[in-house]
């Protein structure tokens, strides 16, 4: 699908929303809307719940997931994330009380473990941290992923195929790819 393509599709979706907000809830006023051109916001991806579920599915005791969305939200350009205080984002993830900042920490370095996000030091371990495409982390992990769940590898398989991200097929293309060239260069 070329960019006009996917733009007219875009425009039809938008146009059917339309259509149905008016007709299911003609009385809500527009300024009562959240618009993502308005104040704060942050491109995430519509597979976001199932990223976070994978997550915790493979961080089981310390469900390291909606630490993950909490850094997401606050990602700006570049998926960069800087962390001035840890016991603030350790409050933004739901942890409280005197080891809410160790409890953040683990769950930090779980996703760093995993190969969610990348670290780098400064005034803390954790100052600032890079955020890396999750479809292409959970494609890296997919056979432990359907070992210890098959069911959630298969569900976000299916949500990407369906609001059409390639990242979970690009390997296996580049892959043949890259055997194929390969075995044109021998041959040669």
Known sequence: MNVKQRAARRNKMEDRAAQYREELWSE??????????????????????????????????ASAGYTFFCLWSRSLAEQVVEISTPLELATEAGFSGGRSVYTWRKRMKSLEELGFIKCSKGTHDYQF????????????????????????????????MEMGSKDFLKDEKDE?????????????
Request: aromatic share 4%; hydrophobic share 35%; no cysteine.
């Open 28 to 61: 809500v006023n527009e300024e009562d809307l959240w618009h993502r051109t308005e104040h704060g916001w942050v491109v995430s991806p519509r597979t976001m719940p199932l990223i976070i579920n994978i997550i915790d599915a493979m961080t089981k005791e």
């Open 129 to 160: 941290v890079l955020l890396l495409n999750p479809h292409r982390v959970i494609k890296k992990l997919k056979a432990r992923i359907q070992k210890e769940n098959p069911s959630l590898y298969a569900q976000i398989l299916k949500r990407g």
């Open 176 to 188: 043949k790819d890259k055997k194929g060239t390969g075995a044109k260069k021998k041959g040669n």
